[in-house]
């Protein structure tokens, strides 16, 4: 896979189309909820955005941990797009003075 800008801009299409974050995981279902929730009595009125049922044992075990790597994505994803694009532009910007450096040495 190449990282361009065109990849991250599809990203961040993703992540900006879900419903916003954090999202966090509740209940022996795993539901992937919007947080903060609203409690109105004993119900929770937290959107439920996923649910990662596995069964019981070893694969509600794993549906446990999938559901919590969906909902801590949702607030990782943008975070390292930004970081990626922070990163391409510093790498952008040292390109520049490279080139401009080159140029002014070569009198080119």
């Known amino acids: 896979m190449e990282i361009t800008k065109e990849w ?8 900006d189309a879900a419903t916003q974050a ?3 995981v509740t209940g022996a279902y795993n539901h992937i909820v ?3 929730g609203v409690a109105v009595g004993d119900m929770d009125v937290r959107s439920i955005v996923a649910e990662a049922w596995g069964g019981v044992g070893l694969n509600h075990l794993r549906a446990s941990k999938n559901a919590a790597f969906i909902a801590a994505a949702r ?3 943008p975070a390292a797009l930004d970081a990626l694009e922070a990163s391409m532009q510093r790498e952008a910007e040292k390109d520049a003075e490279i080139a401009w450096n080159y140029k002014e040495e070569t009198n080119a």
């Open 75 to 77: 607030t990782a994803l």
């Open 34 to 36: 919007d947080s903060p």
């Open 8 to 15: 991250i801009a599809e990203q961040r299409a993703v992540c």
């Open 22 to 24: 954090p999202w966090t």
